[in-house]
């Protein structure tokens, strides 16, 4: 079954960076593109971004442009996000989340179960 | 960017009841417009994608319609399990865009 298994909580000071992994199983992780959607405390859900696992090309929402890479690893199918400069804002759950592209339609049929990144000092 | 309006925000209803739920887009999304469920410390899950397309194992009373800039996704007849706040998504053109969520309240 596909599953996407997310690394685990991280605490980051203000300036420093964090870097998340998402864990691709159960399909042809070069087919599916993963996208990065963040959900701040009792706030809605946020785009940030996505790799193509085949070429690793990326887009990233102009919000983070500057601070966000998005790298993979075909070799364990694993999928990277690294956010850097956190600032207090940043703190938020984090989803990796599979686009269906083969089906044409590219909408998120599979998701994480999340990465909670708090920043503090 | 696309703007995505969602309304209500909240909506109280009792079990049984008909939900509709609206997002409206700053400009046409062509169909590319998705909805997800989200419980409390929960990632979100697909109902409905290319705006009236049921998600597999997704119960048939969740539906979706739309034109190109107002969708709208309908229970039919709301169950306990329904409980939870609803998103919007488009993905016409990057940044894809969510819709700020409607919060279903037991009445």
């Known amino acids: 079954q596909v599953q996407l298994v997310q690394s685990g909580a991280e605490v980051g000071k203000p300036g420093a960076s964090v870097k998340l992994s998402c864990r691709a199983s159960?399909?042809?992780?070069?087919?599916?593109?993963i996208y990065w959607v963040r959900q701040a405390p009792g706030q809605g859900l946020e785009w940030m971004g996505k790799?193509?696992?085949?070429?690793?090309?990326?887009d990233y929402a102009q919000t983070f442009q500057g601070r966000l890479t998005m790298t993979r690893d075909t070799s364990t199918s694993t999928v990277y996000m690294e956010l850097s400069s956190l600032r207090s804002e940043d703190t938020a759950v984090y989803y990796c989340?599979?686009?269906?592209?083969?089906?044409?339609?590219?909408?998120?049929?599979?998701w994480g179960q999340g990465t909670l990144v708090t920043v503090s000092s | 960017d696309i703007q995505m309006t969602q309304s209500p925000s909240t909506l109280s209803a009792s079990v049984g009841d008909r939900v509709t739920i609206t997002c409206r887009a700053s400009?046409?999304?062509?169909?590319?417009l998705a909805w997800y469920q989200q419980k409390p410390g929960k990632a979100p899950k697909l109902l409905i994608y290319?705006?009236?397309s049921l998600e597999s194992g997704v119960p048939s009373r969740f539906s979706g319609s739309g034109s190109e800039t107002e969708c709208t996704l309908t229970i039919s007849s709301l169950q306990p399990d329904d409980f939870a706040t609803y998103y919007c998504?488009?993905?016409?053109?990057?940044?894809?865009?969510f819709g700020q969520g409607t919060k279903v309240e037991i009445k």
């Open positions: 159960g399909y042809s992780f070069t087919s599916y593109y």
């Open positions: 998504q488009q993905y016409k053109s990057y940044p894809w865009t």
């Open positions: 790799v193509d696992p085949r070429g690793g090309s990326t």
């Open positions: 290319k705006t009236s």
């Open positions: 400009q046409s999304l062509s169909g590319w």
């Open positions: 989340a599979r686009a269906n592209v083969p089906s044409g339609s590219w909408h998120f049929d599979y």
